[in-house]
């Protein structure tokens, strides 16, 4: 079961600003029955048409879903629309005193109906994401989701993201086939800038200390965990020169394509620490 | 609040009478059974009993069981069994809607190499057993087929999936850690090679399962070490959780009658109230042989964790086929394969029964059940059209 806060499950329990303005000044609408969550978002604004007088929402989707939309609404209400755009989707989910990492798309998506609804009233036709629109800005990265590299970009950059999971978590993307997870890691490393590049890019000239020390770390961090995903493992033996020895465990030992993974260490090492490493599986 | 319990595929009280089977077994009778010592032997006297509990509930003989710390590791030990009998077949024959103890299992063996066939069901969650007959082929070594599907409690024809594969000289292993004390089985006059269950689906604790090894049928053990359960599972034996299997399964041979009438009694009328006061929705699985006890059914435009947190409200535990439930983003795999509607799949709750449910609680679900429904396709854009039209 998830770990709600209380004042997720009041608002989801007491939903606050149900229904619809049938003379709304802007109407936002995100999400789609095939992702599983929707929102429609509308907002009235006084008579100077400055700040917002009225937020009602109708929400398809799970408990956190409907509750970040009653917060959306109780939190926009009384501010410009200036202000209005300034809430972030990190904001309301602390207005409920937080959301479980894997729900954090459900205030994704309250701040993006906003968005939607503000930039329609004001002469921007935009076209949310989902199934139905595919045709948007941008190059569509999840297939699944139907998800942008614009917008996920704009998510990763504000919410500090840094990894996939997390990617997956807010926005969704990855979530289902998952064949846009390298892609995803791709726009992670662009938009977190030159430092993730810089970590990752092959030293020029390397000390035969600290060539030990980047093939070890590159094992760690890189290949381990990606043989423990299929229930594998290597183990590190010796290595000498170029030479890097290597023996396979659990169920990488007497596999069928050992052969295989033995070129895969060879050819990450070989691209992330230098060109002339051989890899040799031992006993061991 | 007092818990109204109707999700018994998740898993199960304990029996109260199972309990006090397995009690002694942890601070006076501890006595390890491999002992010489009387202490350890009376340990033995008693696994032995629940051997033959376990064995006479599948119409089995006592020698035929093999005991396990789990279904999922009844059906690991079964698959992986069959792969190291027959080493130079590489084909492996499964269902799209199986658990994922044995699903992930398959899937990471075709990633190493073996060829596996996935069975599709059709909307009613049916296999199809020409596709069976088409897929098996002298390079198959094992077929892996559930007695009774989980998610909606479609039961499969495993008896004449087994005698199809037996033709081609295949193993058939068959998890029905659904159908164990559900639906009565009888290994006897069986052409299933294995079989797994697990008790905590049947009021036992939870930590202990079986195997079922037919007599005759070449076996790889997949724990190795001492000798127990004849070489074919090490381990010192869980002594009070098996002596606590047994029991269960001497009370579910017992209950057999009840689950198959009052338990089905109160689904079908649980399935029949909740058609009748809510408007568009469906059955998950209703033109199959279901389970007595399993009632799968989906409400268009909302979404099934919020009307289990509503539920839950009312003390009413159930589950959901939806993707935000299980923290994947996607929808239940048994629904997308039967092709169930995105509009239906994320609306989906499971309610399992079982025998001590009661006539009270299913009138508690058939009146708060409605107002949730009607109250969240409310909230929903797309669930006021629903409302507009059913009033």
Redesign the interface.
């Known amino acids: 079961m998830w770990d709600y806060t209380d004042k997720v499950k009041d608002h989801?329990?007491n939903?606050r600003n149900?229904g619809d303005i049938p003379d709304a000044d802007a109407v936002g609408?995100v999400g789609s029955?095939?992702c599983?969550?929707?929102?429609?978002l509308f907002v009235k604004l006084d008579e100077k048409k400055e700040r917002i007088v009225d937020a009602k929402f109708?929400?398809?989707?799970?408990?956190s879903?409907?509750a970040s939309s009653s917060a959306l609404t109780e939190m926009i209400k009384g501010k410009t629309l200036d202000e209005a755009l300034a809430v972030t989707n990190q904001e309301i989910a602390d207005y409920l005193g937080g959301l479980p990492e894997?729900k954090m798309h459900c205030s994704v998506m309250g701040q993006e109906a906003l968005e939607v609804a503000i930039a329609r009233y004001r002469g921007h036709e935009v076209q949310p994401h989902d199934h139905e629109h595919a045709e948007q800005e941008g190059e569509i990265v999840c297939k699944?989701?139907g998800l942008t590299d614009g917008f996920l970009k704009k998510v990763i950059a504000a919410n500090k993201l840094h990894t996939a999971e997390q990617v997956?978590h807010f926005t969704?993307a990855g979530?289902?086939c998952g064949g846009c997870i390298p892609k995803i890691k791709e726009l992670i490393a662009e938009v977190l800038g030159e430092h993730t590049e810089a970590e990752r890019k092959k030293p020029e000239k390397l000390t035969n200390l600290r060539k030990m020390q980047l093939i070890q770390d590159v094992l760690e961090k890189e290949v381990r965990p990606q043989l423990w995903a299929?229930?594998g493992d290597l183990e590190l033996i010796d290595i000498d020169g170029g030479n890097v020895q290597i023996a396979f465990r659990k169920?990488c030992a007497g596999?069928?394509?050992s052969g295989y993974t033995a070129r895969f260490v060879e050819q990450k090492l070989r691209e992330l620490v230098a060109d002339d490493i051989t890899v040799e599986e031992v006993e061991g | 609040m007092k818990e109204i319990y109707f999700d018994n595929n998740a898993t199960t009280k304990v029996d109260e009478a199972v309990f006090e089977e397995m009690r002694p077994y942890f601070c006076e009778l501890y006595g390890n059974p491999s002992s010489m010592h009387f202490f350890g032997g009376q340990v033995q006297k008693k696994v032995d009993e629940a051997r033959g509990r376990v064995a006479a509930l599948l119409g089995a003989a006592p020698e035929e069981i093999i005991f396990t710390a789990c279904g999922t590791e009844s059906d690991n030990a079964a698959i992986r069994s069959a792969l190291e009998v027959f080493p130079e077949k590489r084909h492996v024959i499964t269902t799209r809607v199986e658990h994922p103890a044995v699903l992930t299992l398959c899937r990471n063996l075709s990633k190493r190499g073996y060829r596996v066939t996935e069975l599709n069901v059709d909307g009613e969650g049916r296999l199809d057993m020409n596709e069976l007959k088409n897929a098996v082929d002298d390079d198959t070594a094992i077929v892996s087929i559930m007695y009774a599907n989980n998610e909606t409690g479609v039961v499969f024809p495993v008896e004449e999936a087994a005698a199809i594969v037996k033709e081609k000289g295949a193993l058939f292993h068959t998890d029905a850690v659904q159908a164990v004390g559900k639906i009565p089985l009888d290994m006897a006059a069986s052409k299933i090679d294995m079989l797994s269950l697990s008790g905590h689906k049947l009021h036992a604790p939870k930590g202990i399962g079986a195997l079922y090894l037919r007599k005759g049928v070449p076996f790889r053990p997949f724990m190795v070490g001492g000798h127990q359960e004849r070489s074919r599972r090490a381990g010192t034996e869980a002594t009070a959780s098996i002596i606590a299997l047994g029991k269960a399964c001497e009370l579910a041979a017992r209950h057999m009658d009840d689950e198959n009438t009052r338990v089905k009694a109160m689904r079908d009328r649980l399935e029949k109230e909740l058609l009748r006061l809510i408007p568009a929705r469906r059955i998950n699985g209703g033109g199959a042989e279901r389970l007595p006890n399993t009632l799968s059914i989906a409400f268009e435009y909302v979404e099934g964790e919020a009307i289990l947190l509503l539920l839950s409200e009312k003390g009413i535990c159930a589950s959901s086929g939806s993707a935000c439930t299980s923290g994947s983003l996607e929808p239940s795999h048994v629904l997308r394969a039967m092709g169930v509607p995105f509009t239906c799949a994320h609306g989906s709750i499971r309610f399992s029964l079982s025998r001590f449910n009661t006539d009270e609680e299913i009138d508690t679900v058939i009146r708060e059940l409605p107002p949730i429904i009607r109250r969240l396709r409310e909230i929903s854009p797309f669930g006021r059209e629903i409302l507009a039209q059913h009033g």
């Open positions: 989801f329990l939903p149900v609408e029955l095939a599983g969550d929707a929102l429609k109708q929400t398809f989707g799970c408990g879903a409907i894997e699944c989701f997956t969704k979530g289902a299929d229930g169920a596999c069928v394509s």
